[in-house]
């Protein structure tokens, strides 16, 4: 085992939690917030929708499997969400100095050294996810030796410019063209897309998208405040008006409700695992579904034309929103989820369907 470092995490109260140094050995700061999965530590961490946050991982064995082989598929990384890590820091109980898996090309830990990530271990993530859960997420810093730096809210810059693609890129050749609007985009959503025969143009957030030859529109995940993103949701009316099938995921949930005339607010502490249960209202079905946002749609701000299409079973916040006549709908949680479930990966299904029936 290597010389280690003693490092801590300073709450905005005043709390503090001392461990040890695995990652990067540097200070940051951002929001703090926790995951409940078991797995998937590397798709989390290259999730973007986790820029600027100090990620505290509920689960007590981290790094035990390493970090995959940085493997190519239609020109995006086979075993990540996306090309690099997103998470400001990580916070863990226990991390395992020894990893073993088929695919491994490395640890963890040098994979956060890598990309000057800092990591914490040693911590009792128990207490300081209880803590979470009673004050909500709060501002955190990482903190080495007696260097002291700033506390920074990452919700008040815009994270999705800084996380979106800067240009135009076509993926596939199927006969079905589905732009991809890029707030923030998991690369599965790509993956789900492509093998459903379709031609995906991945665009900038930014960007008008109405000017391209679609067939349909998928509007992605991704980080911090939707209210950030006026661009976006002033394209989305445009897109609206067209009339063509629109698929958002996440935060493109709440920009295609905003889009529509609904307000958002943020979650006390937010929904991050693999785990939660939603039911698809007016049925008694459930699906256990991933989750990774920390802002919501108000239901009571949507309009006639408009009804919720899923529903949170533990805090009865919104899951997704439908059109009562035409092809637009969306869900707050991940259908496209990796490392899993796939419960409701059918959705694309029902996207390329309406697609279909819309052609």
Known sequence: MPELKNI?????????????????????AGEVVFNTAMTGYTESLTDP??????????????GNYG??????????????????????????????FEHS????????????????????????????TKVLREKGCMLGKIEVEDETIE?????KTN??????????????????????????????????????DTTVIRVPWDYDFTTEDYDGVMLSNGPGNPEMCEKTISNIKK??????PIFGICLGNQLLGMASGASTYKLKYGHRAHNHPVIKVG??????????????????????????????????????????????FSTQFHPEASGGPTDTEFLFDEFISLIEKHN
């Open 239 to 244: 897109a609206i008006a067209i009339g063509k």
């Open 8 to 28: 801590k995490l300073v709450l905005e109260d005043g709390t503090v939690f001392e461990g040890k140094s695995f990652g990067f050995h540097k200070s940051v």
């Open 159 to 196: 994270l999705v410019a800084k996380v979106s693609v800067k240009e135009k890129t076509v993926y596939g050749n199927g006969k079905h063209k589905v732009v991809l609007v890029d707030t923030g985009a998991k690369y599965n959503i790509l993956r789900c897309l492509l093998k459903r």
């Open 151 to 155: 506390f920074n809210d990452p919700n």
């Open 67 to 96: 970090v995959p082989q940085a493997e190519m598929e239609n020109g995006i990384p086979k075993f990540y969400e996306s090309d690099r890590i997103h998470i400001a820091g990580l916070i863990v109980s226990n991390y395992s």
């Open 283 to 328: 049925t008694d079905t459930c699906y256990i579904t991933s989750q990774n946002h920390g802002f919501a749609i108000d239901t009571d701000t949507l309009s006639a034309d408009w009804e919720p299409y899923f529903l949170n079973i533990n805090d009865k916040t919104n899951e997704g929103i439908k059109h009562k006549s035409k092809p637009f």
């Open 49 to 62: 929708s986790y820029e600027g946050q100090i990620l505290v991982a509920t689960y007590p064995l981290i």
């Open 101 to 128: 898996h088929w695919n491994a090309k490395g640890s963890l830990s040098d994979w956060l050294k890598e990309h000057k990530v800092p990591g914490i271990f040693g911590i009792d993530t128990r207490e300081l």
